[in-house]
T-cell receptor, first 111, second 111 residues
Framework: NAGVTQTPKFRILKIGQSMTLQCAQDMNHNYMYWYRQDPGMGLKLIYYSVGAGITDKGEVPNGYNVSRSTTEDFPLRLELAAPSQTSVYFC??????????FGEGSWLTVV | ELKVEQNPLFLSMQEGKNYTIYCNYS?????LYWYRQDPGKSLESLFV?????AVKQEGRLMASLDTKARLSTLHITAAVHDLSATYFC???????????FGTGTSLTVIP
C-alpha cells in the first residue's frame, strides 16, 4: 500500500460523536477516493476528488463530508456518528499505470 | 449508475483444479481491475486491463477483458491454498472519475 497513508487504524465512537479519518498520498496524483466496506461485502464509494478544491458524491455520501485543500490530503469527516456507519473505511489514490492504490484501512465501530 | 456483478460469490475448490470467476458490468468502460483481499487486510492490485482483448497473467492467475460483452474473467489454474482470498473486480466510469467494485468472490482452496 505504498503511497497512501490512513489514520487512525482503529477507532470506537459513541453515537452522535464526530471524527475525521485522515488520508494522505505521496504519488502527486489528482484522483482520490473514499470507500466503505461492510462485513462480507464489496466496497461502496462515499466521495471522490479529482483535484484540490474539487470533490463529489459517490454512491453512499449521506452522513459524511470531505474536503480537498491540497493534492496530498483527502480527509473524511463523520458527523453525528450512527451505528450504521460501523464499517471499514479505505482511502485510495489513482497512481502510475492507472492502478488504484489503497490505504491499509480504518476500522470504525459506533456504539 | 454502473453495476458490477461477479459470480460466483463463493467458491470452494480443491487444490490442483481450474476455475473461472466472471465479472459483468452494465455500461461502457474499457478499464477493468482485479484485486485480491485477504481477511482483515487492504486490497492488493492484481491486474489492470486497459483495452478490449487485453489478457494478463501472473503465476496461476490469468485475467481477460471483452469490452463488447462487458465481461472480464479471472482464470485460476491448478489452484493452491495460498490463493484463498476474496477477489474483486472494479470498473472505471468512462470519464475516469468514479471507480465501482463488484460484489466480490470469496475463494477457498481445499487441500
Amino acid at each position: 500500500n505504498a503511497g497512501v497513508t490512513q489514520t487512525p487504524k482503529f477507532r470506537i465512537l459513541k453515537i452522535g460523536q464526530s471524527m475525521t479519518l485522515q488520508c494522505a498520498q505521496d504519488m502527486n496524483h489528482n484522483y482520490m477516493y473514499w470507500y466503505r466496506q461492510d462485513p462480507g461485502m464489496g466496497l461502496k464509494l462515499i466521495y471522490y476528488s479529482v483535484g484540490a478544491g474539487i470533490t463529489d458524491k459517490g454512491e453512499v455520501p449521506n452522513g459524511y463530508n470531505v474536503s480537498r485543500s491540497t493534492t496530498e490530503d483527502f480527509p473524511l469527516r463523520l458527523e453525528l456518528a450512527a451505528p450504521s456507519q460501523t464499517s471499514v473505511y479505505f482511502c485510495a489514490c489513482r497512481g502510475p499505470g492507472n492502478t488504484i492504490y489503497f490505504g491499509e484501512g480504518s476500522w470504525l465501530t459506533v456504539v | 449508475e454502473l453495476k458490477v456483478e461477479q459470480n460466483p460469490l463463493f467458491l470452494s475448490m480443491q487444490e490442483g483444479k481450474n476455475y473461472t470467476i466472471y465479472c459483468n458490468y452494465s455500461t461502457t468502460s474499457d478499464r477493468l481491475y482485479w484485486y485480491r483481499q485477504d481477511p482483515g487486510k487492504s486490497l492488493e492490485s492484481l491486474f489492470v486491463l486497459l483495452s478490449n482483448g487485453a489478457v494478463k497473467q501472473e503465476g496461476r492467475l490469468m485475467a481477460s477483458l471483452d469490452t463488447k460483452a462487458r465481461l472480464s474473467t479471472l482464470h485460476i489454474t491448478a489452484a493452491v491454498h495460498d490463493l484463498s482470498a476474496t477477489y474483486f473486480c472494479a470498473v472505471d466510469m468512462k470519464d475516469g472519475n468514479q471507480f465501482y467494485f463488484g460484489t466480490g468472490t470469496s475463494l477457498t482452496v481445499i487441500p
